[in-house]
């Protein structure tokens, strides 16, 4: 009886072992797939960052162009640039008018930057005097909820501040006038002049 105990004992053993064996394999499973994910995510924030950096440059190129162009006047093609330079050698008045309508445009530019300058400024004095406003406004608001104390209150309270400063004034002396008469009985009378 004692051999048949024992032998479902080690069956016992065996298959718990077995379950536990089973469970490990399963949660090391379950760690591969969660590792795998996450690896899976991280490659796709990467990428998302790639791609976003991409379109950044992509737009700042686009802009660059953008002012490139502005800046340069370019003829449409080869044979409007010879007409254009045979024009300016036959007819110099041609070329002076030529001369001036890119010095209005510029002009016209520059002022308007200027007058976009005086806007922006007009619009930041502006924002400027309506937070100070608003700040003045939400500081009266503030100073309508405080319940101020009354005269009683305020004359109780300052005698009871005077009460213990002069408590406190008294205490110090008495120490002040101790501790002078033990360094007198330890130091000595000081010597007057």
Not at 6 to 35: F, P, R
Not at 157 to 178: C, E, M, P, R
Request: net charge positive; glycine share 4%; no cysteine.
């Amino acid at each position: 009886m004692s051999k048949s105990k024992s032998k479902s004992k080690k069956s016992g053993n065996n298959t718990s072992n077995a379950k536990n064996i089973k469970a490990l394999i399963n949660q090391n499973k379950m760690i591969e797939a969660q590792n795998a994910e996450a690896e899976k995510r991280k490659q796709e924030e990467a990428e998302a960052r790639e791609q976003a950096k991409r379109e950044k440059l992509e737009a700042e190129e686009a802009k660059a162009k953008a002012v490139t162009a502005d800046e340069i006047i370019e003829p449409a093609d080869d044979t409007a640039s010879v007409s254009e330079s045979k024009s300016e050698n036959v007819d110099t008045a041609d070329s002076t008018k030529k001369d001036a309508e890119p010095e209005k445009a510029d002009k016209k530019d520059k002022e308007k930057v200027k007058q976009q300058k005086n806007a922006d400024k007009k619009k930041a004095e502006k924002k400027e005097k309506r937070k100070l406003g608003k700040r003045i406004k939400e500081t009266v608001s503030e100073l309508k909820k405080i319940t101020w104390p009354s005269f009683k209150d305020v004359v109780k309270k300052t005698g009871v501040v005077l009460a213990v400063v002069i408590f406190f004034g008294i205490i110090l002396l008495i120490f002040d006038y101790l501790l002078s008469l033990l360094h007198g009985l330890f130091v000595g009378p000081t010597p007057t002049e």
